[in-house]
């Protein structure tokens, strides 16, 4: 497999290799989520020598592709190979100015994969170490697996709508002999971005890296399990813990079954977006009332609340009205221009006003996500006749 420049040198702040792991996105639209990750830093072992010609050799592997950062206006030589010498990749491509090149891949980087890298005198070789994550939202700790008597450096940090202010709490814990970890995130101490008090909420997500002797660097992401649906949408999309399975029943006021979909998490614990479909295999849209239960976070069940929105035209306002007390996030979009607004509805469910840029034309949209009492999502969207 050999790749093709990319067009145009990468992004200044988007240092490194990427590699799109092995595992589809189902679904068009995740609002700041975390996608998985896996990043292997190398430094190369070279004499001392002008920081251009030495630089070093980064490769992270995450949703998209490889990225290498490296000597400047270089040709650069990347090997893959699997664990059993099985070729996974190779590109030969000239770094740009700032040292950077992009190529495509179309399988993930796991443990026991070797990376080789050449760049004019440099020469590097990484084998990947083992290293695993699962971010539990339920016993709100993360797990995995890693490197025996490793340090890992763990950080997680509030990627959802129940986090009005940003989040970021740090923590290290040391990987035990048999290779398994596993960390209380909400006991971490607070300080700077850490609050006296975090708790974990869908879509949150958690960096674990860990660092040997050479400076070389492997971490991994896992997000927090997060279920999104969309009244009169006819799916449910969001994050599942890496390997479960887990059957969602979308069932109406009554307790009637109208539809269902079942969901396999790969090992990293992917996004994810399903059809809900009836008995006779027809999409069935989502709509106020319906229950929407599974397993994805011990036994969850969703009570679809009433969304809808009040326009006022003489001041270009926008109201939004769901759950009371919820946070939420409220967007207008017309034309190229587009506003939006976070915030906590009232007790009665309204949203504060929004107003609109200039005045609303028809087939401009309106789009409301609210957060319900599990952390879980529902959302509601209106076109402007």
């Known amino acids: 497999m050999t790749a093709q420049p990319a067009a145009g040198p990468p992004s200044p702040t988007n240092q490194g290799v990427r590699a799109r792991l092995g595992h589809q996105v189902g679904h068009a639209r995740t609002r700041g989520l975390a996608a998985v990750?896996?990043?292997?830093?190398?430094?190369?072992?070279?004499?001392p020598g002008p920081a251009d010609a030495i630089g070093g050799l980064r490769i992270i592997v995450e949703d998209t592709c490889l990225t290498t950062q490296g000597p400047v206006n270089t040709s650069t030589h990347l090997i893959w190979r699997a664990a059993n010498g099985k070729p996974k990749g190779e590109w030969t491509l000239t770094s740009n100015s700032?040292?950077?090149?992009?190529?495509?891949?179309?399988?993930?980087?796991?443990?026991?994969?070797?990376?080789?890298?050449?760049?004019?005198?440099?020469?590097?070789?990484?084998?990947?170490?083992?290293?695993?994550?699962?971010?539990?939202?339920?016993?709100?700790?993360?797990?995995?697996r890693g490197p025996a008597g490793g340090t890992l450096q763990i950080s997680v940090e509030g990627g959802s709508k129940a986090h009005p202010t940003r989040v970021s709490c740090t923590t290290s814990t040391v990987v035990s002999a048999l290779g398994v970890y596993s960390v209380d995130v909400e006991a971490i101490a607070p300080g700077g971005a850490c609050p006296?008090?975090?708790?974990?909420?869908?879509?949150?997500?958690?960096?674990?890296?860990?660092?040997?002797?050479?400076?070389?660097?492997?971490?991994?992401?896992?997000?927090a399990q997060l279920v999104e649906v969309t009244i009169g949408e006819a799916g449910v999309a969001g994050?599942?813990?890496?390997?479960?399975?887990?059957?969602?029943?979308?069932?109406?006021?009554?307790?009637?079954?109208?539809?269902?979909?079942?969901?396999?998490?790969?090992?990293?614990?992917?996004?994810?977006?399903?059809?809900?479909r009836d008995a006779h295999g027809h999409l069935v849209s989502v709509q106020v009332g319906d229950r929407l239960s599974g397993d994805w976070a011990r036994h969850v069940e969703l009570v679809i609340p009433d969304m809808h929105f009040?326009?006022?035209?003489?001041?270009?306002?926008?109201?939004?009205?769901?759950?009371?007390?919820?946070?939420?996030?409220?967007?207008?979009?017309?034309?190229?221009?587009?506003?939006?607004?976070?915030?906590?509805?009232?007790?009665?469910?309204?949203?504060?006003?929004?107003?609109?840029?200039?005045?609303?034309?028809a087939g401009d949209h309106a789009f409301l996500d609210c957060l319900l009492p599990s952390t879980d999502s529902v959302s509601f969207s209106q076109v402007m006749p």
């Open 98 to 144: 700032q040292g950077q090149l992009e190529v495509s891949c179309d399988v993930p980087v796991v443990g026991g994969d070797r990376i080789a890298v050449t760049a004019g005198s440099l020469h590097r070789t990484l084998t990947v170490p083992p290293l695993t994550a699962r971010f539990d939202r339920v016993s709100h700790r993360v797990s995995g």
């Open 310 to 361: 009040t326009f006022w035209p003489i001041y270009n306002w926008v109201f939004g009205w769901c759950l009371p007390d919820a946070p939420y996030l409220l967007e207008l979009q017309g034309g190229d221009a587009s506003v939006d607004a976070v915030g906590a509805t009232d007790t009665h469910g309204e949203t504060a006003a929004v107003a609109w840029s200039g005045r609303p034309r």
């Open 239 to 276: 994050y599942l813990l890496p390997g479960a399975t887990v059957t969602f029943e979308l069932r109406s006021s009554t307790g009637v079954l109208r539809g269902s979909a079942t969901v396999h998490g790969d090992a990293w614990g992917s996004e994810f977006g399903r059809g809900l």
């Open 37 to 47: 990750a896996v990043v292997a830093l190398l430094v190369a072992s070279v004499p």
């Open 196 to 223: 006296a008090r975090y708790t974990t909420a869908g879509g949150d997500f958690a960096y674990v890296s860990w660092t040997d002797g050479l400076h070389d660097v492997v971490e991994v992401a896992p997000t």
